[in-house]
């Protein structure tokens, strides 16, 4: 039987471009391989681990030994008080948090936006705050409620009220953690936002004001509709965030006073590196992988349908 020739072949078209294209990226799919493998060894693998951890009873002081308990330590998250409410508190803290961050950073993005004298070097010097490592941050609100020397209480006093110090009150600490987090993004909501501003055409605002739209009506079917993907962005990452956060707490009340700042991934820090419960960390870690991953996918879709 005589063999068919390949370039007669009804798929010698694929194979050629097929052939063509190996040959054309091969040289960039080997620069990208190593930061492939890096990748792979400090997000994929460690991830992979941690969900399969969260199934079996293993402790910290000897990881090698480990017992599968299937779906135990998921249970055992439904009778324990403290990680209903670590994760009330972190749900909390991420709403209310992220709700303020952006509804200051859009009011400071349209204060920004107007052409006033400073705005330059306030736009520069407002990154401060968010580009300052999350230790600084801690060590300068500990300082300013220091019950002697802190300028907090020295102007409390000054007025004849209480002073104390205040991440050590129960009803105080969790509003300070939120005005933390506040304080340190909100600069960079404001500049991110103010950028989408601007690259809104003034010829539609001009359009505007030519049929009579006043400025509420402009902001709310001009610069809210084009500012909106940026917005989603910040949105999203910020709760993945705060969500995460782990050193803004641990610095500044460890999860005290009496757990009443108490967040998820702490509780998972003290269950897995303190009471050497690595599995049962685990577990706790992949609820918020799962939480994570059910809004990111939820709200992208609305935004996408919008």
Do not use: C
Not at 2 to 26: C, G, H, M, N
Not at 156 to 173: C, D, I, Q, S
Not at 212 to 230: E, N
């Amino acid at each position: 039987m005589a063999t068919q020739d390949i370039s007669s072949s009804p798929l010698s078209p694929y194979v050629a471009e097929f052939k063509r294209f190996v040959s054309d990226t091969w040289l960039g799919y080997a620069m990208v391989l190593p930061a492939v493998i890096m990748l792979g060894a400090i997000i994929v693998y460690p991830t992979l681990r941690g969900i399969q951890l969260a199934f079996f009873e293993v402790s910290l002081l000897n990881p090698d030994q480990m017992t599968f308990v299937g779906l135990s330590n998921f249970g055992q998250m439904l009778s324990d008080a403290t990680f209903k409410s670590a994760l009330w508190h972190t749900v909390l803290l991420t709403a209310v948090a992220v709700s303020l961050q952006y509804l200051l950073g859009l009011g400071l993005a349209l204060a920004l936006k107007e052409k006033v004298p400073g705005a330059g070097f306030f736009r520069s010097a407002s990154m401060i705050t968010w580009v300052l490592p999350g230790i600084v941050m801690v060590i300068i609100f500990r300082f300013l409620v220091q019950p002697d020397f802190g300028p907090a209480n020295i102007v409390l006093a000054k007025l004849g009220l209480e002073t104390t110090y205040w991440f050590g009150r129960p009803g105080v600490a969790f509003p300070l953690i939120v005005v933390m987090h506040v304080w340190r993004n909100v600069p960079f909501y404001a500049i991110a936002l103010m950028a989408a501003m601007k690259s809104i055409p003034e010829t539609q605002y001009e359009a505007a004001r030519l049929d009579g739209a006043g400025p509420l009506q402009a902001f709310r079917y001009i610069t809210l509709p084009q500012i909106s993907y940026v917005s989603m962005i910040m949105i999203v990452l910020h709760v993945i965030f705060t969500f995460n956060n782990f050193d803004i707490v641990y610095l500044s009340t460890g999860g005290g006073p009496l757990g009443n700042t108490e967040v998820m991934s702490t509780y998972i820090y003290k269950q897995a590196f303190e009471q050497y419960a690595l599995g049962y960390g685990a577990s706790m870690a992949l609820v918020m992988l799962i939480i994570m991953m059910a809004f990111t996918v939820v709200y992208v879709r609305l935004e996408a349908r919008d």
